[in-house]
């Protein structure tokens, strides 16, 4: 069974910055892509950003670009998140995901291109 642990959420000042992690279990982890998506209040679950299992090909959100990066040591079967110069507009529920398939050459953005998902861990971002 597939188990992905979010960790490192919390409350930060605006343009501050946050690293989260994410660690994954089940399956071989370096043989998937992975990615981050995040849900605020009220709102539809928004793609984040994405790595492939190769770490040679990422795409990130237009709303994320330039201050969030995606990461990932496949000897640690983690994958990362590092937010800077975070924003109230930020704050939102984060989940980890992982691909469907495996190898994939191009990572993907649409919820249903991920079957793995992390329980979630909050970000706060006061202003």
């Known amino acids: 069974q597939v188990q992905l642990v979010e960790s490192g959420g919390g409350v930060v000042q605006a343009g501050g910055s946050l690293r989260l992690s994410c660690a994954a279990s089940?399956?071989?982890?370096?043989?998937?892509?992975m990615g981050w998506f995040r849900q605020a209040p009220g709102k539809e679950r928004e793609f984040l950003a994405a790595?492939?299992?190769?770490?040679?090909?990422?795409y990130y959100a237009d709303s994320v670009k330039g201050r969030f990066t995606i990461s990932r040591d496949n000897a640690k079967n983690t994958v990362y998140l590092q937010m800077n110069r975070l924003k109230p507009e930020d704050t939102a529920v984060y989940y980890c995901?992982?691909?469907?398939?495996?190898?994939?050459?191009?990572?993907?953005?649409?919820?249903?291109?991920?079957?793995?998902w992390g329980q979630g861990t909050q970000v706060t971002v006061s202003s």
């Open positions: 995901v992982q691909d469907r398939l495996r190898f994939r050459p191009v990572v993907r953005t649409l919820k249903d291109d991920y079957d793995y």
């Open positions: 089940g399956r071989t982890f370096s043989s998937y892509a």
């Open positions: 790595i492939s299992w190769s770490s040679g090909n990422t």
